[in-house]
């Protein structure tokens, strides 16, 4: 019944957006695994609006929201290939195809969210986004996904010993995969999709997430102890197929840049504020939030993920780059 109430909406949504977009000679699809309404998608839907005025309403973006193209490493693929034209990813799942990306997903290696904006804004946000280029994809914007926790459902983690054997699940990276080995953890990589039945049915203990993503997936119904240890700060990307992008003229190319640029500020904007929201939502639904941890442990034992994953002169010096933003 749940499936074909869920199929009979899908297929309304379709016949609207087929519609809205009727008189565009262009229409980028465009993927995103959170609902319609969470700051990355509302961004891209911003960006879209400001594309579609510029070329005078020739080129358009239709957003698939809510996992609707299939899990991120899915659409990664479908991306590569130009079926996605443009898809809204953390930088996680790239990890093991462009190691570049590894280096902004270490734990701890940015400050602060703050600091992370300086990075990635700066130099080497523009070294970071070139290495995308030869597997086949353009990055046009970087996106705010805050710091993420861990959570469970079975008990208040206060210390890097209570996560001794749990089983966590993490984004597929093998980067996270490591960080949980080093905490004493059992890693599970899984789509993103399938953690809010993984904790339900017991197949996992818990996961770690930011507060929108921790509420809007529902994961808190489920997980009911939410631990602010803030172990990574890992940049989201918009990410454009080379495939689409080449068949652009020079000058829409430009109109694609200029928008995705001038959508990363809505984006900051609307996060900082869908974070508070979701923390107050949780918290009043009674998750138990152990938010006086001391984070010193967790980071001294990330030291030989650092030694596996910025393995080679060229990381290592990315890596002290970073450290050295003020
Ligand atoms: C979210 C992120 C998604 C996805 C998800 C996950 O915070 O915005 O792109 O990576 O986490 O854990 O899979």
């Not at 899908?10 to 465009?30: D, N, Y």
């Not at 973006?61 to 079926?83: C, N, W, Y």
């Not at 997980?223 to 992008?245: D, F, Q, R």
Request: net charge negative; proline share 5%; hydrophobic share 40%.
């Amino acid at each position: 019944m749940k499936l074909r109430t869920t199929l009979a909406a899908l297929l309304a949504t379709a016949a609207l957006s087929s519609a809205a977009f009727a008189e565009c000679e262009l229409t980028l699809k465009s993927s995103d695994t959170h609902p319609d309404g969470y700051p990355t998608v509302a961004a891209v839907q911003k960006m879209g609006e400001m594309l579609k005025e510029r070329s005078g309403g020739r080129i358009c973006i239709d957003v698939f929201h809510s996992a609707q193209l299939g899990e991120e490493k899915d659409t990664i693929e479908q991306t590569k290939f130009g079926v996605i034209d443009l898809n809204r990813v953390s930088m996680g799942p790239f990890n093991n195809e462009i190691e570049e990306t590894k280096v902004v997903s270490l734990p701890f290696i940015f400050r602060s969210v703050d600091h992370m904006h300086k990075v990635m804004d700066g130099d080497i946000g523009a070294e970071i986004a070139a290495a995308f280029e030869p597997h086949g994809f353009v990055a046009l914007a970087f996106y705010d996904g805050g710091s993420r926790s861990f959570y469970n459902s079975k008990k208040p983690i206060t210390s890097i010993e209570d996560l001794a054997g749990m089983k966590v699940r993490v984004m597929q990276s093998d980067v996270f995969v490591d960080m949980m080995t080093a905490l004493g953890a059992n890693a599970t990589p899984m789509p993103y999709g399938e953690v809010y039945s993984g904790i339900q049915t017991g197949v996992i203990d818990g996961a770690e997430n930011n507060w929108p993503s921790f509420e809007s997936s529902g994961h808190y119904e489920v997980a009911g102890y939410y631990t602010l240890n803030e172990h990574l700060i890992v940049p989201e990307v918009l990410v454009m197929s080379k495939v689409s992008w080449d068949k652009l003229s020079p000058e829409d190319q430009e109109l694609v840049r200029a928008a995705a640029r001038e959508s990363m500020p809505i984006n900051r904007e609307l996060w900082a504020a869908r974070e508070k929201e979701s923390e107050d939502k949780v918290r009043a639904a009674g998750v138990q939030v152990i938010d006086n941890i001391d984070k010193t442990p967790f980071i001294e034992a990330m030291v030989p993920v650092y030694e596996k994953h910025a393995n080679t002169p060229k990381l290592q010096d990315l890596v002290t780059r970073i450290q050295a933003v003020e």
